[in-house]
């Protein structure tokens, strides 16, 4: 019984966990992402070339109907889509940045103990961690 309890220590630790949701959540955030590119750009897209559908070009390798097809626009779509995909994945995680750059900005809430090197908030007097008093004035 010696592996149960390895696998079950293995699951409850924090990072399989975390890849858990994170791979849960970047199935959805991927569906968001298709929808935005399939639904609304790519109807954009076909409005600016004229409605060309790439998926139907092909180039039959024979003679008759069952001859087989070498179907690059197929590959042209699948092309286009990731590169559309791509672009929109990168627009959002510029401006996903660009939120938390603002929010990072912003005038720090702590400062550090010269004595314990621990964060304390930057109206403290003395540090609760290690009890030094501390200059109200003194630069941390």
Same mark, same amino acid.
């Given at each position: 019984?010696?592996? /149960? ?20 959540? =970047? =199935?959805?955030? @991927? ?9 609304? /750009?790519?109807? %954009?897209?076909?409005?600016? @070339?004229?409605? /060309? ?8 390798? =024979? ?10 626009? +197929?590959? %042209? ?34 400062? @550090? !103990?010269?004595? !314990?090197? @621990? ?7 003395? !540090?609760?961690? !290690?009890? +030094? ?8």
């Amino acid at each position: 019984m010696k592996i /149960i309890r390895e696998f079950k220590a293995f699951l409850s630790r924090g990072n399989v966990i975390d890849m858990a949701v994170g791979i849960i959540v =970047g =199935g959805a955030f @991927t569906a968001i992402v298709n929808s935005l590119v399939t639904d609304l /750009i790519n109807p %954009l897209l076909g409005v600016l @070339t004229g409605g /060309i559908d790439f998926s139907a070009l092909s180039i039959k390798l =024979g003679q008759g109907e069952d001859a087989p097809a070498f179907a690059y626009g +197929s590959f %042209l779509s699948a092309v286009i889509n990731f590169l559309l995909v791509a672009l929109v994945l990168f627009l959002l995680i510029k401006a996903l940045n660009r939120f938390h750059k603002k929010k990072e900005e912003s005038a720090p809430a702590v400062k @550090t !103990c010269p004595f !314990c090197k @621990t964060e304390i908030p930057l109206e403290a007097s003395r !540090c609760p961690h !290690c009890t +030094s008093q501390l200059e109200p004035e003194q630069e941390v």
